[in-house]
């Protein structure tokens, strides 16, 4: 992850973390439901963190075969439209997760600081940090997939 990106990822942290604090105790204050996710998302939140490592592993695959092209018959190239595309996925997915991971740690705080804690409500928020944090991890390294391959002296 490089720096731009870092940034990037500790600001929409930051933005879900103050949302998901600001949610909580205002739902709270108001007397509303506790704003805890359906025990579905992390599910999604796992499989779309699969589905990016699924995507960009063709990329990464001929990236490999690349490095050890020698001589003979060059490795298929990937569609590079495919190529940005699954790059683009990664890309919403770390920002996507990034944002949901600092949601759920706020219903945490939130939960530890304020709240006698039901272990339902700590559970789902639990899972649901667990399920972001893949999601950032899977689109990094999805993106770390799609890096360009070295480029050869022969060419």
């Avoid at 739902?27 to 509303?32: E, I, Q, T, V």
């Avoid at 490999?64 to 699954?86: C, D, Q, S, T, W």
Wanted: hydrophobic content about 50%; overall charge positive; glycine content about 10%.
């Amino acid at each position: 992850m490089n720096g731009s990106m870092g940034k990037v990822v500790s600001v929409f942290s930051v933005v879900g973390l103050v949302l998901g604090l600001a949610a909580a105790q205002l739902s709270a204050g108001f007397g509303y439901v506790f704003p805890a996710s359906p025990t579905s998302l992390p599910i999604s939140l796992l499989a779309l963190a699969l589905a990016n490592y699924l995507f960009s592993y063709p990329i990464y695959r001929y990236r490999k075969r690349l490095g050890g092209y020698k001589e003979g018959i060059r490795p298929e190239r990937p569609n590079p439209f495919y190529a940005v595309r699954v790059l683009i996925l990664a890309r919403a997915s770390v920002l996507a997760g990034a944002l949901f991971a600092g949601w759920h740690a706020g219903l945490i705080i939130w939960l530890l600081s304020f709240s006698v804690a039901p272990e339902n409500l700590m559970l789902s928020s639990s899972f649901g940090l667990v399920g972001a944090v893949a999601l950032t991890v899977g689109g990094l390294v999805s993106q770390w997939n799609c890096k360009t391959p070295p480029s050869s002296d022969s060419d």
